[in-house]
């Protein structure tokens, strides 16, 4: 975060700056300075212990709830309608502080600043940190709030493992966490009226535009797609190249025309991750399994961009001998966020100003996403300069990480206060 501009801060932003200061080291990794805070790991059972510590120091309710989600409680929860804020702790493999942490850490400031401004409260408000959002140990993201919504079923996260075969339910027991009771929890969404989440955004728009702070409209339709290219290990030395299976060929072709594809839509498209077997310098793979993730404005056009990766990469694999299986192994359609609740967000952000806050989409995933079928939700994006993220290189400025959490707070006040 950059240096303190000297200006005097408003009464209780200044408690931003000490529990960002707190959090920071956590999970950071010494060679990267990315970030490796992976669910039901130690760095995660140490953000989970900051979270609980702010919760307890500001005199609120804290409690996990039956899908290890984290909350801290301002009144009475059984009152119902209430008006709940947060984001998450976990990061991507060597992510940047902010995706995630900025909407929490916020929350409990944008609380601190209610309290300095002596707001009364007729709602009960929550903040929240949702567990595994990025999906980096078990491949799914937001598996904390789709537990919650019902759209990742019990059976489902049982068969969740990471890398080294450790299922969800032995790490979160591993981790201290009952996870005989994971599932739908209807009861706790009926409780909520709306869910506000901040973030950092994750993109330019509010750079180029000259924004500090924007609000929501929706997040494309996205997925991720598994493609299995199964060839024939070989002696990498000793093989002519006309009598090879080489499942890398077909792969490298696959990435490339995926970029194409994403170009002629308006779409994205990236394969992130691979992985090769027998993986050896001097050997042929036998297998090359590569991850595709994809995200476009609407159905239609993520549809074809797909559609159009799958055909080239059949056509790819037929010509070098190779055999193909296409997986989908997540998907999330357009999220339109709640009309009436983001209208409020621009009325309440617009009040007293000639300023209009833009509204803009996103190509990200977040946990007001996957809410959003259930309860109302909105988001505030918080201006990113270098449009980085998912990285060490992630930043906001100091002076617009205090504009959000002045923002998020007069958002609370609006929805919650009297």
């Known amino acids: 975060?950059?240096?303190?501009?000297?200006?005097?801060?408003?009464?209780?932003?200044?408690?931003?700056?000490?529990?960002?200061?707190?959090?920071?080291?956590?999970?950071?990794?010494?060679?990267?300075?990315?970030?490796?805070?992976?669910?039901?790991?130690?760095?995660?059972?140490?953000?989970?212990?900051?979270?609980?510590?702010?919760?307890?120091?500001?005199?609120?309710?804290?409690?996990?709830?039956?899908?290890?989600?984290?909350?801290?409680?301002?009144?009475?929860q059984a009152q119902g309608d209430a008006v709940v804020t947060g984001s998450h702790l976990d990061s991507v493999p060597d992510g940047g502080a902010f995706d995630g942490p900025l909407g929490v850490v916020s929350s409990f400031a944008a609380l601190d600043e209610l309290r300095a401004r002596r707001a009364e409260f007729a709602k009960p408000l929550a903040l929240v940190n949702f567990g595994d959002e990025e999906g980096a140990r078990f491949g799914l993201a937001c598996v904390g709030s789709r537990l919650t919504s019902g759209q990742l079923t019990a059976e489902q996260a049982?068969?969740?493992?990471?890398?080294?075969?450790?299922?969800?339910?032995?790490?979160?027991?591993?981790?201290?966490?009952?996870?005989?009771?994971?599932?739908?929890?209807?009861?706790?969404?009926?409780?909520?009226?709306?869910?506000?989440?901040?973030?950092?955004?994750?993109?330019?728009a509010l750079d180029l535009s000259g924004d500090r702070i924007g609000i929501?409209?929706?997040?494309?339709?996205?997925?991720?797609?598994?493609?299995?290219?199964?060839?024939?290990?070989?002696?990498?030395?000793?093989?002519?190249?006309?009598?090879?299976?080489?499942?890398?060929?077909?792969?490298?072709?696959?990435?490339?025309?995926?970029?194409?594809e994403a170009e002629l839509a308006g779409a994205v498209a990236t394969f992130g991750k691979i992985t090769v077997e027998p993986n050896g310098v001097n050997a042929i793979p036998s297998l090359v399994r590569g991850w595709l993730d994809s995200r476009a404005a609407d159905q239609d056009s993520l549809d074809q961009v797909v559609g159009a990766i799958e055909k080239a990469a059949g056509e790819y694999a037929k010509a070098h001998g190779v055999d193909l299986d296409v997986v989908r192994e997540s998907f999330t359609p357009v999220v339109e966020f709640d009309h009436a609740l983001r209208d409020e967000l621009a009325r309440v952000l617009g009040t007293g100003t000639d300023l209009k806050v833009p509204v803009l989409g996103t190509g990200a995933g977040h946990d007001a996403g996957i809410l959003s079928g259930h309860i109302p939700t909105a988001m505030l994006f918080v201006r990113n300069p270098t449009g980085v993220s998912h990285s060490p290189a992630e930043f906001a400025a100091e002076d617009d990480c205090v504009a959000g959490v002045l923002a998020l707070a007069d958002v609370l006040e609006g929805l919650a206060c009297r």
């Open 1 to 76: 975060m950059g240096a303190d501009s000297g200006t005097a801060r408003p009464p209780g932003t200044s408690s931003f700056h000490e529990m960002w200061r707190e959090l920071l080291p956590i999970g950071r990794h010494p060679g990267s300075h990315g970030y490796r805070r992976f669910a039901w790991t130690g760095a995660d059972t140490e953000c989970r212990a900051w979270f609980k510590e702010q919760a307890e120091t500001r005199g609120l309710t804290y409690e996990v709830d039956r899908n290890g989600n984290q909350w801290a409680w301002l009144g009475d």
């Open 158 to 204: 049982h068969l969740l493992t990471d890398g080294e075969g450790v299922t969800l339910p032995r790490a979160m027991e591993a981790a201290g966490y009952d996870p005989d009771g994971i599932g739908a929890d209807p009861e706790r969404l009926a409780r909520i009226g709306a869910f506000v989440e901040l973030h950092v955004e994750q993109g330019r």
């Open 216 to 260: 929501a409209s929706a997040i494309w339709p996205h997925g991720r797609w598994r493609f299995d290219f199964k060839g024939e290990a070989n002696h990498a030395g000793t093989t002519r190249l006309v009598d090879r299976r080489d499942p890398m060929l077909s792969y490298a072709e696959t990435v490339l025309a995926a970029r194409r």
